[in-house]
């Protein structure tokens, strides 16, 4: 009766992971066709104004539509399984997507900075003024702050997984970089005209200024994004508090399971890949055996993170752990 419940569990356990990856399938495409709309709207501000910030932001929003478009592609694999091809199933894709955006997002930064360094230097060497910022195109901004705050929203409530969390890190950076777009942009060509002041002229710096600080927020976010799921994709180990948790539901599986040779848990992706020795009396039978050992890795892979669990069964611990495989 207790393996037919664990197996009801761990099947409803793979149902809720299937539903969650359509869901976040929908989101994925809500936001691409949100970010079409989005680029549009910021192509006509960036004509009307001709500011290097909003511009910034416009190429934010094509990075933004490829992103999506990755993104989706990914989600969409992610959910056609091939057993014979991929045995583990393709949940890598999703790092692997996020590692692409991020070089995007870095590329783009970089010429971002090196357009803006350009600016101030064409300013202070002609006497350029700042683009003059209309109205209508802060209230286009505008609209694309309001619509962001709204799909990150979208996001934090109903998306779980890797690829969400870099669409909301994406949301997010394109709330501030829309925000601070529309500030300096608008300072720089608002201000000095109104104060007419000698002082004041290099207040038209803020413009290629902001476009600086975008780029160097947007470079700097997706560097730390990329590098973190590089190092989930070669295998980081688990932090000590979940490999506690692991340790804990094995002795407190079984009464006959009398000592844990060995816990490994690793990245395997997104989620983790575990490992672990338990040693079981040595007169045991091997049914009984099994039972136990495939009894424990079904309740170990029901543990949301844990992608994949093997249970290794032993009789003595006196050897070391390390002989039984090669060292890579």
Excluded at 18 to 38: K, S
Excluded at 181 to 200: E, H, M, N, T, V
Excluded at 204 to 215: E, F, Q, T
Excluded at 281 to 308: N, S, Y
Aim: aromatic share 8%; glycine share 6%.
């Amino acid at each position: 009766m207790e393996a037919e419940i664990s197996d009801v569990e761990v099947t409803s356990n793979h149902h809720s992971i299937r539903r969650q990856t359509r869901i976040n399938t929908m989101i994925i495409g809500v936001v691409f066709c949100a970010n079409v709309v989005l680029l549009l709207g910021k192509a006509v501000a960036s004509a009307l104004s001709g500011s290097l910030a909003i511009i910034s932001s416009l190429l934010d929003s094509c990075v933004d539509l490829a992103s999506g478009g990755i993104m989706w592609f990914a989600a969409r694999q992610m959910r056609k399984r091939k057993p014979y091809k991929y045995p583990e199933g393709r949940t890598r894709l999703e790092p692997l997507a996020v590692i692409v955006l991020s070089v995007f997002m870095g590329s783009i930064s970089i010429q971002l900075l090196a357009e803006s360094v350009q600016a101030i230097v064409r300013m202070s060497q002609n006497n350029q003024e700042a683009p003059n910022v209309n109205d209508l195109a802060l209230g286009i901004m505008a609209s694309v702050i309001v619509t962001k705050l709204i799909l990150w929203i979208i996001c934090f409530k109903f998306g779980g997984g890797m690829a969400i969390d870099a669409l909301k890190t994406d949301q997010r950076n394109d709330i501030l970089t829309n925000a601070a777009s529309i500030l300096f942009s608008g300072l720089a060509g608002r201000l000095p005209p109104l104060l007419r002041q000698k002082q004041y002229e290099n207040l038209k710096y803020l413009d290629p200024v902001g476009a600086i600080l975008i780029g160097s927020y947007i470079l700097y976010s997706w560097y730390q994004l990329g590098a973190e799921q590089i190092r989930n994709l070669a295998g980081h180990t688990a932090n000590p508090r979940f490999i506690q948790k692991i340790a804990f539901v094995c002795l407190n599986y079984h009464p006959l399971i009398e000592q844990l040779d060995t816990i490994r848990a690793f990245h395997f992706g997104e989620n983790f890949l575990v490992e672990v020795d338990i040693v079981l009396p040595k007169e045991m039978c091997l049914k009984e055996a099994h039972d136990i050992g495939e009894g424990l890795q079904k309740k170990l892979e029901k543990l949301e993170t844990v992608e994949r669990a093997f249970v290794h069964l032993d009789y003595e611990f006196s050897h070391r752990p390390e002989t039984e495989h090669k060292i890579v």
